[in-house]
Each structure stands twice: as C-alpha cells, then as structure tokens.
T-cell receptor
Framework: GESVGLHLPTLSVQEGDNSIINCAYSNSASDYFIWYKQESGKGPQFIIDIRSNMDKRQGQRVTVLLNKTVKHLSLQIAATQPGDSAVYFCAENGYKLSFGAGTTVTVRA | EAQVTQNPRYLITVTGKKLTVTCSQNMNHEYMSWYRQDPGLGLRQIYYSMNVEVTDKGDVPEGYKVSRKEKRNFPLILESPSPNQTSLYFC?????????????FGPGTRLTVL
C-alpha cells in the first residue's frame, strides 16, 4: 500500500527568517526520504534526500532532519527568500508512491 | 538538456472522446510514472512502469490505461474521459536502483473534460 507524507497545509514566513516544514510518515521500511518543491505552474523538483540510517543532511541553505523514532521528517530553509515560496512535499523512494497535499510556504516581504 | 516532456500541455475535451497524453524522457530512465494533482488531494499516482513492458497500478488507476513499448515513452490513455478526470497531470521518470531517488517531472498537462 501507499505511504504518504502528512503535512501541515500552510506556512507563512518573513523573508530572511528560517523556515521549518514538517512531515510525518507511516512506512518505516523506506531506504530514503525525499523533499520536493513545486513552484506555481510547474512540476515538482527534487531538493534533497536523506538515507534512513542518517538523522541529518545538509544542502545549500537546506537541512533535512529525520527522526525515525517518531516517524518525523523536517526540512529547514535558512534565510528564506521570495523564491522559496512554493508547495513542499516529502516522499519516500518507493515505486508505488503518492504524495500528500504538501505544505504551501508563503514568504512575506 | 535532460528533461521529461508532455504533450499536450492543455486540453479541453468532451465526455467519452478518447485521448492520449504523451510523455517522453531523454535520460534513459527505467522508471516512469503518471500522477494527477487535484486541490487538497496532492499528487496521486495513477500508473507506474519499472521498465519496458512492465506496468502496474498506482493508487487511482480507474479510467486510465498506459503502455510502455519503448523505454523513453510512457503514454497515458483515457479511453472514455469523464468530468471527474478533469485534473492536472504529471509524468515523471527516474533511474531504478541505487542513486535513483530523484524523480524528474514533466511540465504538466491540464485536462478539462466537459
């Protein structure tokens, strides 16, 4: 069956502040967890992934944290910019895979 | 340029008129997938294919067909479209196996069935 990331629907953040986007998952067997960003009018785009045996991974301005004990994943965006306004999805690297509704991030100027 | 292309990008049709949405990728990816995106429901998987001639149902396959005769193409077929298939459709592809976490998505096809 499917395992879908459960997100809070919206997040409003001041430009320059840090953003934290949270996701809960149900399938503990996944090898990787992945974050995608979908800007208005476009398809989702890969941001970063994390292997299930890690608890933290950093990219450019982004950090993903994985807490397997409580089945929780978060994406932190440092110094949020207007271009970060988008819908963010967490997902697993399975084959039969749907995404939840995601979190809509709005950056206030 | 590595990409997933979909055609058409926009389509308005009427109930019962068969249509095909094409999807093509130039990255030699084994895995391809179709999703529909509806407000409040997120991206739901319709069908996926792990390689040529291998397809399987996703979460919402009813009313859709797919085929995978070539590695690069994965068309989505609606034999008899109905208004509840009005949606935004995305095709995606990725490598299988190690290193194949990143799905590449096409630009989307907005379908309206009247």
């Amino acid at each position: 069956g499917e395992s879908v990331g459960l997100h809070l629907p919206t997040l409003s953040v001041q430009e320059g502040d840090n953003s934290i986007i949270n996701c809960a998952y149900s399938n503990s067997a996944s090898d990787y967890f992945i974050w995608y960003k979908q800007e208005s009018g476009k398809g989702p785009q890969f941001i970063i992934d994390i292997r299930s045996n890690m608890d933290k991974r950093q990219g450019q301005r982004v950090t993903v944290l994985l807490n397997k004990t409580v089945k929780h994943l978060s994406l932190q965006i440092a110094a949020t910019q207007p271009g970060d306004s988008a819908v963010y999805f967490c997902a697993e690297n399975g084959y039969k895979l749907s995404f939840g509704a995601g979190t809509t991030v709005t950056v206030r100027a | 340029e590595a990409q997933v292309t979909q055609n058409p990008r926009y389509l308005i049709t009427v109930t019962g008129k068969k249509l095909t949405v094409t999807c093509s990728q130039n990255m030699n990816h084994e895995y391809m997938s179709w999703y529909r995106q509806d407000p409040g429901l997120g991206l739901r998987q319709i069908y996926y294919s792990m390689n040529v001639e291998v397809t399987d149902k996703g979460d919402v396959p009813e009313g859709y067909k797919v085929s995978r005769k070539e590695k690069r193409n994965f068309p989505l077929i609606l034999e008899s479209p109905s208004p509840n298939q009005t949606s935004l459709y995305f095709c995606a592809s990725r490598k299988s196996g190690t290193g194949g976490n990143e799905q590449f998505f096409g630009p989307g096809t907005r379908l309206t069935v009247l």
